[in-house]
C-alpha cells in the first residue's frame, strides 16, 4: 500500500508560481510511476502530468506544456510538481497519484493523495 501525502497548495496571483509536493510513505517509491491530476469545481478530475520511476521520461497535459514540471527525488520518496505563469483557470485540487505501471497514469493509477487546493487569483 502506498500512502501520498500533498503539500504545497496555497493562494497565488495570476502569473505567479508554486511548487507542489508529495511524500510516498512506501519504500519500494522509486519502483512507481508518479502523477498528477486536478480537480475544479463542477468539472470531472483531469490528467497534468507523469514521470516514470527513473524520472527519464514526464508527459504533460496540452495545457501545461511548458508552463508546468514534474520531477522527483527517488531519496526522499518525494514528486514535485512545479507550476509557473499559473492563471485563474488552474484552480483546482490538486492530487498526486501513483502506480506500479507509467501507462496506467493517463487515466489514474492505483493510489491517490487526499489533495491540495490551488487557488489563482486574478
Known amino acids: 500500500q502506498v500512502q501520498l501525502v500533498e503539500s504545497g497548495g496555497g493562494l497565488v496571483q495570476a502569473g505567479g508560481s508554486l511548487r507542489l509536493s508529495c511524500a510516498a510513505s512506501e519504500r519500494t517509491f522509486s519502483s512507481h510511476a508518479m502523477g498528477w491530476f486536478r480537480q475544479a469545481p463542477g468539472k470531472e478530475r483531469e490528467f497534468v502530468a507523469a514521470i516514470n520511476w527513473t524520472g527519464g521520461s514526464t508527459y504533460y497535459a496540452d495545457f501545461v506544456k511548458g508552463r508546468f514540471t514534474i520531477s522527483r527525488d527517488n531519496a526522499k520518496n518525494t514528486v514535485y510538481l512545479q507550476m509557473n505563469s499559473l492563471k485563474p483557470a488552474d484552480t483546482a485540487v490538486y492530487y498526486c497519484?501513483?502506480?506500479?505501471?507509467?501507462?496506467?497514469?493517463?487515466?489514474?493509477?492505483?493510489?491517490w493523495g487526499q489533495g491540495t487546493q490551488v487557488t489563482v487569483s486574478s
Open positions: 497519484n501513483a502506480d506500479r505501471l507509467y501507462s496506467h497514469l493517463l487515466r489514474g493509477g492505483d493510489y
